[in-house]
């Protein structure tokens, strides 16, 4: 990769009013945790989009919490990266700042960073079936199947599967701060899954320079203005201290 691109890249960041970012679990690979698309991703040959339904949840849910419980309990050995870290440590020097982050992981939490929406949930908050109370979960391995200690109804984690709706608070500050922003980076998303697919395309229309970090090509590479090739937990860094 030519130190030009890297270097403008970093100007543009360290210049920028309003930097918005969008992150996919690309970044938390660095950390050890497994992508969804790639070959690391299957359970016991099931796709994630065999697993992150309510349909699928309906059918099967002791198969469906056997998968989280799987995931609950790799994540809870993994530790923010270098990446997470710059990310969490740019939000006080930046004047508008906002993470918009895909992972359920809650690495982005534990670097620090607040100024947050996690648009497709938390792993570790659960939700009751029937009378929707939603409270932090760290147990691990979980008892399968786990029930609401308040209505006795079954949980279910607290993610947005596959045919649900984005919670309507994040879609507004998701879609307020695309338009605001001088930049957007987008790192370690393979830019599939939507309405996140569509955030740099919005971005770009009102105006941002959109810079994307990631190992591969994308759908979205075309669109950036800049594409940087490389592990997160190397390039975000070198992104984000260019100020410093
Ligand atoms: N550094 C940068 N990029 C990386 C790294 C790395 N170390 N490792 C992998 N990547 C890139 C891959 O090239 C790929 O483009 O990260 C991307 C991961 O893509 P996916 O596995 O599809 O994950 P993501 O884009 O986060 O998935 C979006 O889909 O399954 C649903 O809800 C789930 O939030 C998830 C959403």
């Not at 469906?64 to 309990?73: G, I, K, M, P």
């Not at 982005?108 to 939603?134: D, F, Y």
């Not at 955030?199 to 669109?223: M, R, W, Y």
Request: proline share 5%; glycine share 8%.
């Amino acid at each position: 990769m030519s130190p030009d691109l890297l270097n403008d890249a970093r100007s543009r960041l360290a210049s920028a009013r309003a930097v918005t970012v969008l992150t996919g679990v690309g970044i938390s690979a660095d950390s050890g945790v497994p992508t969804f698309r790639g070959t690391d991703g299957l359970w016991r040959n099931y796709r994630a989009e065999d697993l992150a339904t309510p349909e699928a949840f309906k059918r099967d849910p002791r198969l469906v919490w056997e998968w989280y419980s799987w995931r609950r309990e790799l994540i809870a050995t993994k530790q923010p990266n270098d990446a997470h870290r710059a990310i969490a440590s740019v939000e006080s020097r930046v004047n508008d700042f906002w993470l918009i982050t895909q992972n359920v992981d809650g690495l982005h939490r534990a670097a620090g960073s607040r100024k947050l929406s996690e648009i497709h949930g938390n792993i570790w908050m659960v939700r009751c079936t029937g009378c929707g109370t939603m409270t932090e979960n760290y147990q691990v391995p979980l008892p399968l199947l786990p029930y609401c200690g308040q209505c006795g109804e079954l949980l279910r984690p607290h993610i947005v599967w596959f045919g649900e709706s984005l919670q309507e608070e994040d879609l507004t500050r998701c879609a307020n701060q695309l338009q605001a922003c001088d930049v957007l980076l987008v790192i370690g998303t393979s830019g599939v899954v939507y309405p996140a697919a569509g955030f740099a395309a919005i971005a770009k229309e009102a105006g941002a320079c959109v810079i994307e970090v990631n190992l591969d090509p994308t759908p979205q590479s075309d669109l950036a203005d800049i594409a940087l090739r490389g592990r997160a937990k190397e390039l975000v860094p070198l992104l984000l201290q260019a100020g410093e």
